[in-house]
């Protein structure tokens, strides 16, 4: 179960990383939801909280376990927000252009709103799950991604 080669996940930057994004969307998440939280809000917790576990336990594929998480993230961000942008705009691309900065100019009014209503901690929770957990799923992919090459690179030159 563990890779047993090397340095544990955690002392390296993607699982650093990957325990640090889930465990915030996670915690995020629960501030965010309660008591009624969405199923793709559960589906990705539960898909982070796997990352993490594998990042924890040492697991031999904890980077691919890592990047799926990041994809189940990324994929019901898109199917949401796409689904947000394609109510108000029609098939030509600057009808989607033209959505697609509504929306964000409306989510940024939410978390103006969300600042107002429950204070700085929900105002920063929203903001980090729809503004800084995508980019963060991007970058946890990309980090992942580089260390497993690098990772084979080296043993292979050695």
């Not at 563990?2 to 629960?30: D, E, F, K, Q, T």
């Not at 990041?70 to 705009?89: D, E, I, K, P, Q």
Request: hydrophobic residues 55%; proline residues 4%; glycine residues 10%.
């Amino acid at each position: 179960m563990s890779a047993g080669n090397g340095r544990h996940p955690i002392a390296s930057v993607p699982g650093a990383s990957a325990l640090a994004a889930w465990s915030l969307y996670a915690l995020s998440a629960a501030l965010y939801f309660p008591p009624d939280a969405p199923p793709s809000a559960l589906i990705t917790g539960f898909s982070g909280l796997l990352a993490c576990t594998a990042v924890v336990l040492n697991f031999a594929y904890w980077r691919l376990v890592v990047i799926l998480a990041a994809f189940v993230h990324l994929s019901f961000y898109a199917v949401r927000v796409g689904l947000m942008v394609g109510m108000t705009a029609d098939l030509d691309w600057s009808s989607l252009l033209s959505a697609l900065s509504f929306y964000y100019g409306s989510s940024w009014r939410v978390t103006v709103g969300m600042l107002q209503e429950r204070g700085v901690m929900g105002g920063l929770t929203h903001g980090f799950l729809e503004y800084a957990m995508p980019v963060l799923s991007l970058a946890l992919i990309g980090l992942a991604s580089m260390y497993g090459r690098a990772k084979r690179g080296a043993s292979q030159a050695g």
